[in-house]
């Protein structure tokens, strides 16, 4: 199985801040990768695919960038919706598809 | 609008059963395949079972392959997920999701909540 380890497991920002998310697959993904957002009794929402494509109705201040092994979700001017859990997703053995671990983003 | 509603969770004792439901809407629900996705209390996402469009192939997760058993109704616009020999460890959110050009999940049920506990 693919593993996905993200880091970091928790994050602490100010409102305004920049802040990036990496994703690390245990073997190369080429660009079958994508992002999701949960917020609190939520069902996760697709933020980013392919790596690097915004998904319609995401916001731009959110990015993706890497292909094969690493990978990053960048939030450029975090805002007061933007705190929640993130993971990323592998598809590269679709269907067994796996997710990391998650990224909890809180308020400083 | 593609919606899915998933249905059926509930309180279930060790060993016992119960059936997921995920009523789709808004998409030609046969030609796509779908997904179980799980969450449970206070974790991250676990991929439980995938299903082809046409029901010809199944997957599963190890951790469930054996007690669960995904299907559909095309005639009917629903996934099931039946679930046997339910453990503790089996307590999560279960969410179907459906893919798109098996690149992303979008968009997600809200999920139903399976609770086993004696």
């Known amino acids: 199985d693919i593993q996905l380890t993200q880091s970091p497991s928790f994050l602490s920002a100010s409102v305004g801040d920049r802040v990036t998310i990496t994703c690390r697959a245990s073997?190369?993904?080429?660009?079958?990768l994508a992002w999701y957002q949960q917020k609190p009794g939520k069902a996760p929402k697709l933020l980013i695919y392919a790596a690097s494509t915004l998904q319609s109705g995401v916001p731009s201040r959110f990015s993706g960038s890497g292909s094969g092994t690493e990978f990053t979700l960048t939030i450029s001017s975090l805002q007061p919706e933007d705190f929640a859990t993130y993971y990323c997703q592998q598809l590269n053995s679709y269907p067994r598809i796996t997710f990391g671990q998650g990224t909890r983003l809180e308020i400083k | 609008q593609v919606q899915l509603v998933e249905s059926g969770g509930g309180v279930v004792q060790p060993g016992g059963s119960l059936r997921l439901s995920c009523a789709a809407s808004g998409f030609t629900f046969s030609s796509y395949g779908m997904h179980w996705v799980r969450q449970a209390p206070g974790k991250g996402l676990e991929w439980v079972a995938f299903i082809r469009y046409d029901g010809s192939n199944k997957y599963y997760a190890d951790s469930v392959k054996g007690r669960f058993t995904i299907s559909r109704d095309n005639s009917k616009n629903t996934l099931y997920l039946q679930m046997n020999s339910l453990r503790a460890e089996d307590t999560a959110v279960y969410y179907c999701?459906?893919?798109?050009?098996?690149?992303?999940?979008?968009?997600w049920g809200q999920g139903t909540l399976v609770t086993v506990s004696s």
């Open positions: 999701a459906k893919p798109q050009e098996a690149r992303r999940f979008d968009p």
């Open positions: 073997q190369g993904i080429s660009s079958y």
